[in-house]
């Protein structure tokens, strides 16, 4: 497997390429309009073609690539049923999977940071790319978008810590520039995957009162657009 790893530092996202060396076939999982000639770079570099583009949710705070890598490679571009965004080739659901070659990618419905938020799994390879679900050391915010703490805590707890342990965590974000965890390690040190009562976690990611992304009023629309900035 072909794997890149971008990071864009002004929103702290990760952006993940993946390729399959037998097939040239590419995905790329939440790309950053800004970084879209590098990743054109990387795919014309290893004779990749990009068949698929999704994003794990809304992105509040960085404008999607997808709508201009579709323009520019003809690829897909998917995001999950509960995306209001009019602009997308299809959209997945939880239990779907998603073949790139011989990739296998399963999707997994995890909401609470925001209502059509997913995370994306892929058995063989044991890798988990988790979206803002949930953060090494940490987990998404849940006061915007419809999101819901007590959402997030049956997300975390029913479906993403079932995986096994030796699941290597791939994030959406950092904001420190750690690349990745394994579920074992998040289990042992992330405070918030410690606090076991529901209400507890609840009343945790309450009281955060974290001020809202700088540029929330602009990404949102526009990512529900595709990253089409236009009026």
């Known amino acids: 497997m072909i794997f890149h790893q971008l990071f864009d530092r002004v929103s702290s996202t990760y952006t993940y390429l993946l390729g399959d060396h037998e097939s040239g076939q590419a995905l790329i999982i939440d790309s950053v309009f ?13 004779d990749l073609r990009l068949m698929l583009a999704i994003d794990t949710h809304t992105h509040a705070d960085h404008i999607t690539g997808l ?8 690829c897909i571009t998917m995001m999950g049923t509960q995306s209001v965004a009019n602009c997308l080739s299809e ?3 939880d239990g779907d999977q998603l073949t790139i070659g011989r990739l296998e990618i399963e999707v997994i419905y995890s909401p609470g ?8 799994y892929m058995a063989e390879e044991g890798l988990l790319f988790s979206g803002d679900t949930l953060l090494i050391g940490g987990t998404g915010r849940t006061d915007f978008q419809n999101g819901d703490a ?5 997300s975390l707890h029913d479906r993403i810590l079932k995986l096994p342990d030796s699941t290597i965590l791939y994030p959406g974000h950092d904001y420190n520039g ?3 965890s394994t579920l074992a390690n998040e289990k042992i040190s992330n405070s918030r995957l ?12 309450e009281g955060l009162r974290l001020p809202s992304p700088a540029m929330m009023d602009v990404a949102v629309p526009a990512n529900q657009a595709c990253g089409n900035l236009s009026p």
């Open 34 to 46: 800004e970084n879209n000639s590098l990743v054109l770079e990387l795919l014309q570099a290893q």
């Open 67 to 74: 709508g201009d890598l579709r323009e520019e490679t003809g």
């Open 91 to 93: 959209k997945f659901k």
């Open 113 to 120: 940071h925001t209502d059509d938020s997913y995370s994306f």
């Open 150 to 154: 007590g959402t997030q805590y049956d």
């Open 178 to 180: 750690v690349q990745s």
């Open 194 to 205: 410690n606090v076991i009562d529901k209400q507890a976690y609840i009343k945790l990611m």
